[in-house]
């Protein structure tokens, strides 16, 4: 099937769908509120086969080093597959999957499949990476870009981590845990049970995330939007804590977001 947008609704929710620009969700309105930043590189992108940065674009594969693209000197960011065109594999009125086979930069050969559910009040999204071939490390996390106001109405963030990774000047974690400290964030957190972060636009809206994956990066440095990353490691995880991906065992991650009115 073709790479062209695709719109979902269910109830009053409807989402927009734009895999030819890197298999990412270009909206989200709810009651005709629209929740995501709008532009080419914002809305939500599925950071894969990487989330966050990797330190000098470099990460160590058995004895292989292997050697990413500068695209955030003097590091890479955010994986390949949002500068990619995705595949439509399959669609409904409230449902897609969309699919996208790994290239180079990345040096191995893969495929990622994520799957979009919706209904009148979440939103699911399901990403998965496999191999019929060799091994390699992998991450998935998504970046959405939550408009910071709706309506007049501030967001409030709402969130109780069990520890945050220390940020060195580089932006990436030092290895070292803290207790959370309060923004503003560009930072990673841990939430063994699972990441669950609730934003509020009082008067409008609540909107929850949440995740299996116990980590999660804040983004609140922006005066437009803040961004809620649920992921599989930290940032830098390729060489700290790597997720393997096996011909036989696809590294797998969801997250949903659901949402009332208040």
């Known amino acids: 099937m073709s790479n062209e947008d695709i719109t979902l609704t269910a109830g009053d929710a409807e989402v927009a769908l734009q895999p030819g620009n890197g298999g990412r969700v270009g909206g989200l309105r709810v009651g005709g509120v629209e ?4 532009g080419e590189r914002f809305g939500c992108f599925p950071m894969v086969p990487w989330c966050g940065r990797i ?22 960011i955010h994986g390949t597959a ?23 930069p990345w040096p191995y050969s893969g495929r990622v499949t994520q799957a979009v559910a919706l209904t009148p009040d979440s939103l699911t999204l399901t990403m998965s990476v496999e191999t019929y071939e060799s091994s390699f490390p992998a991450q998935i996390g998504w970046h ?3 408009n910071r106001t709706l309506r007049g109405s501030d967001v409030q963030l709402d969130f109780a981590p069990a520890w945050q ?22 930072d990673c957190f841990g939430m063994p049970g699972g990441v ?17 994956e116990e980590w999660v ?6 005066e437009a939007a803040v961004c809620v990353e649920p992921q599989t490691g930290p940032p830098n995880g390729l060489n700290t804590l790597p997720r393997l991906v096996t011909p036989l065992e696809p590294l797998e991650a969801t997250t949903t977001w659901s949402w009332r009115r208040l």
């Not at 929740?35 to 709008?38: A, E, T």
């Not at 500068?83 to 996208?100: C, I, K, P, Q, S």
């Open 35 to 38: 929740l995501l930043r709008q």
């Open 55 to 76: 330190r000098d674009g470099r990460f160590r594969d058995g004895a292989a080093l292997q050697q990413m693209p500068l695209n955030a000197p003097p590091h890479a």
């Open 82 to 104: 949002r500068d990619g065109a995705w595949r439509t594999a399959r669609v409904t009125a409230d449902e897609a999957v969309l699919t996208y086979d790994l290239v180079e």
């Open 144 to 146: 959405p870009w939550f």
């Open 165 to 186: 990774e220390e940020r060195g000047d580089d932006h990436l974690p030092t290895g070292e845990r803290t207790d959370p400290r309060p923004g503003p964030w560009d």
């Open 196 to 212: 669950d972060v609730t934003l509020t636009w009082p008067g409008l809206l609540e909107l929850k995330v949440t995740s299996p």
């Open 217 to 222: 990066v804040v983004y609140d440095e922006q």
